[in-house]
């Protein structure tokens, strides 16, 4: 980024071209000094009349307007001003030439006398007043002056020179903030004025009106560019709802002339600038280094959701914070909590789902049990009757009359076992063989219809028990600290100095679906045996009601986040999200700043491994993954 220095001086080489009602020629006094002395790029999306532009005459410009034919009048003053002045010398200050030349349409003439044509009515109508109506012609009445100065032919060409260095474009502000503001610009926005009277709305500058509402958007936006780094000054009329919706920034009040009232009583205004900082950056940066050995001991696992391929970009920030204690809140799979633990930190992982606690407590939770095979050989020989529960419940639904048998072998003699970590490894390898033993490993379906023939589906159940076994037991470390594992609701962890916690919860979508329960219920209860489930009978997959979770609905899941950063404000924060999902983006950001002084925001792109995140086959599940931080 260059930045530009800029030397606060009134001397104005260059002045605005047209007469301007809301120009802020008058108020260049109050508003340079409050320029920053140096910035990168000069944005103004609300041009207009340009006062500050031109006073300014920054070397590396963006001017905007959403006013066609205004943009067309300074794009041919900046590429072609002697054909624009040749043109304005031929007309002459008369009601006849003003009117006739008011019903042409500009959109017809040649671009440099369609710029002659604007700036000729703006010199000799009513006020210099720029005003459409709803179809967006100009509508201003003729403004019976004397001697107007219809061509400035000097004025004109240091005007050229001015705008030949700045990008000129037409289009809706929102779309060229989003696009072109970068950290360090300077974005002066001078939008159309809150009304303050009956009398000071002077109409259209496009067909398009700019209400209350479009204020409140404008607001959220500067919030935005605030947290993106940029210098921001803004001005308006003096309305309450100014004040409220810049509090928390300096807010100047200006003794104003209002040239366009027609009543007399209304001349004289406030105007208010308001100055708006960037927020302070320590810029998290994005640097994904390579994984501890250790990491790669982690069993692989088809997991909705599974963060193991972000795991770097995950460190990468979470390394930034000087932290000891991590909390995995909703940790799934499991993955980034082993993670953690590879990286040192004492480790906390949470989750509703049971099978998900199961994993932690055998892998993050357990520094050093674990569970010779020849013991685990014998979990699938029948000791005593099993209750036959998946034999009965499930038969011809999964796996063949032979495997449910044995499944309610193993879940008898584990739930006999007498250490915890023992039991948590077998039941552990128990639903990893389950799942690899399904086509997908999900149990949305029964049968076999996805049978793709690959090798895990030709193996043994018992086979892939023992291999999943051993599997976890070469995943067993100690990193010497003290690691837990939780299983219950996010809203109900009591935990104590946390440093820092890593939230990646179910992502709502209306394009997706956030169902685990429905996709794991088989799995699931096999880590509860199914206690304190109601399975469902009707259903052909015999599922059993998903656990209520406030993340189902949009309204629910911006309450939960709520909820959750409130819980934990005095934890460094860090959220995993999809570029897919609800609340938006902006809307997290403001959740998270309610409770956070810095809320940064790192885009990652990504493919999830199953479509989980995919509405159709056309945009199959390439999306954004944002990393929020909040500190």
């Not at 963006?62 to 010398?89: H, T, W």
């Not at 474009?169 to 950290?183: E, F, I, K, R, W």
């Not at 099993?386 to 009965?392: G, L, R, T, W, Y």
């Not at 070469?474 to 939230?503: C, P, Q, R, T």
Request: net charge neutral; hydrophobic share 35%; proline share 5%.
């Amino acid at each position: 980024m260059v930045e530009q220095t800029v030397e606060k001086t009134n001397t104005v080489q260059a002045k605005p071209i047209l007469k301007w009602a809301g120009g802020k020629t008058q108020m260049l006094n109050d508003l340079l000094p409050k320029v920053p002395s140096s910035y990168g790029r000069y944005i103004e999306p609300f041009f207009g009349g340009g006062a500050m532009f031109f006073a300014l005459q920054p070397e590396n410009a963006i001017i905007a307007d959403s006013n066609p034919e205004l943009i067309n009048m300074y794009r041919q003053v900046a590429a072609n001003v002697d054909e624009v002045i040749q043109y304005l010398k031929k007309y002459e200050n008369t009601s006849e030439m003003f009117y006739t030349v008011r019903e042409q349409e500009w959109t017809q003439l040649p671009k440099a006398e369609a710029a002659a044509r604007t700036i000729f009515l703006n010199r000799t109508c009513f006020n210099g007043l720029y005003r459409v109506n709803k179809q967006g012609k100009f509508n201003v009445p003729y403004g019976k002056y004397a001697n107007p100065k219809i061509c400035d032919e000097d004025g004109l060409k240091a005007a050229s020179e001015a705008l030949k260095k700045a990008e000129i474009l037409c289009g809706d502000y929102l779309l060229v903030l989003d696009h072109y503001a970068q950290p360090g610009d300077f974005v002066f926005l001078d939008p159309p004025y809150l009304p303050i009277s009956e009398y000071a709305d002077f109409k259209r500058y496009t067909k398009e009106q700019f209400y209350e509402e479009d204020h409140i958007e404008l607001a959220k936006i500067i919030m935005r560019l605030q947290e993106r780094g940029c210098h921001i000054i803004l001005t308006n009329s003096n309305h309450p709802l100014v004040h409220e919706l810049y509090a928390p920034f300096t807010i100047d009040v200006i003794q104003t002339k209002r040239h366009i009232s027609c009543n007399g009583s209304t001349r004289k205004g406030e105007d208010v600038i308001v100055t708006i900082p960037p927020k302070q950056q320590t810029l998290v940066k994005l640097d994904p280094q390579p994984m501890p050995q250790q990491v790669s001991a982690y069993p692989p696992t088809r997991f909705m959701g599974s963060k193991s391929k972000l795991l770097s970009e995950i460190w990468s920030v979470v390394s930034q914070f000087n932290v000891n204690t991590v909390v995995d809140l909703f940790s799934g799979s499991g993955v980034v909590g082993y993670m953690l633990k590879a990286q040192g930190k004492a480790v906390i992982s949470n989750d509703y789902m049971a099978m998900s606690a199961t994993f932690t407590k055998a892998m993050v939770e357990n520094n050093s049990v674990t569970l010779p095979l020849d013991e685990a050989k014998t979990l699938l020989i029948a000791h005593k009757e099993s209750d036959h529960f998946v034999a009965d419940t499930f038969k011809g639904l999964y796996y063949s009359d032979e495997e449910n048998d044995l499944i309610d072998t193993l879940r008898t003699n584990i739930a006999a076992m007498k250490d915890q970590y023992k039991q948590a490894i077998a039941m552990t390898a128990l639903i990893r063989a389950c799942t690899k033993k399904r086509p997908r490993g999900i149990f949305t379906y029964t049968g076999h219809r996805y049978d793709d023939g690959r090798q895990d589906l030709k193996k043994s159940l018992s086979q892939q028990f023992l291999e999943a076994v051993e599997a976890v037991n070469k995943a067993v470390f100690d990193n010497g600290k003290i690691n837990l594992s939780k299983h219950g609701d996010a809203m109900d962890l009591k935990v104590e100095n946390a440093d820092l916690v890593y939230i990646d919860p179910p992502y709502y979508s209306p394009l997706s679906d956030n169902e685990y329960v429905r996709r794991y219920h088989f799995v699931e209860g096999l880590a509860r045996d199914w206690k304190g489930v109601e399975i469902q009978e009707h259903t052909q997959t015999k599922k059993f009601k998903s656990y209520p979770t406030p993340f189902s609905t949009r309204k629910g899941a911006a309450d939960a986040f709520d909820k959750l950063f409130k819980k934990f404000a005095n934890s460094i924060l860090v959220v995993s999200y999809s570029s897919n999902s609800q609340p938006t983006q902006d809307e997290m950001v403001a959740i998270m700043a309610k409770y956070k002084e810095h809320v940064e925001v790192i885009p990652i792109d990504y493919k999830y491994s199953f479509g989980n995140q995919s509405e159709a086959k056309t945009h199959r599940n390439s999306v954004q993954e944002y990393l929020f931080v909040g500190y």
